[in-house]
């Protein structure tokens, strides 16, 4: 009986010891495989999609459009991520049930949408320089 418990222990050790690994390995391997680079001024500096930098960040501001764009964004994403499982399920649901709620679903995104635009959240000023 104490042999099998002791045989079962390094069982869960060796998954734990190979999750370890698995999980550690790639920045192992990483680091060593990385490219050495010479550590300059011009390294500590802020690079944002190959825009050289000016002035100080914090000078910079976005407009709050740009936020409520990615908002927008973010809610349609997740409320189309919705409409897969809907999808697959339409043709198993009796009667006109599924294409009413379907409708109703997309229509509620479509008053979003609506509001959103009488809000004027998708005319983008232009900044004045």
């Known amino acids: 009986m104490e042999s099998t418990l002791a045989v079962d222990y390094i069982y869960v050790m060796f998954f734990i010891l190979g999750g370890f690994i698995t999980a550690f390995l790639p920045f192992v391997i990483a680091w060593m495989l990385r490219p050495v680079?010479?550590?300059?001024?011009?390294?500590?500096?802020?690079?944002?999609?190959?825009?050289?930098?000016?002035?100080?960040?914090?000078?910079?501001?976005?407009?709050?459009?740009?936020?409520?764009?990615?908002?927008?964004?973010?809610?349609?994403?997740?409320?189309?991520?919705?409409?897969?499982?809907?999808?697959?399920?339409?043709?198993?649901?009796?009667?006109?049930?599924?294409?009413?709620?379907?409708f109703i679903f997309i229509g509620i995104l479509s008053?979003?949408?609506?509001?959103a635009w009488n809000?004027?959240?998708f005319t983008w000023e232009k900044r004045k320089a």
């Open 37 to 102: 680079t010479v550590v300059t001024a011009r390294s500590h500096q802020t690079y944002e999609c190959g825009i050289e930098p000016f002035n100080q960040m914090w000078d910079y501001r976005f407009g709050i459009s740009y936020y409520l764009y990615a908002l927008i964004f973010l809610a349609f994403d997740v409320d189309v991520l919705y409409l897969f499982p809907v999808a697959t399920v339409f043709n198993s649901v009796p009667g006109m049930r599924g294409a009413v709620e379907l």
């Open 111 to 115: 008053l979003a949408v609506v509001y």
């Open 119 to 121: 809000k004027g959240v």
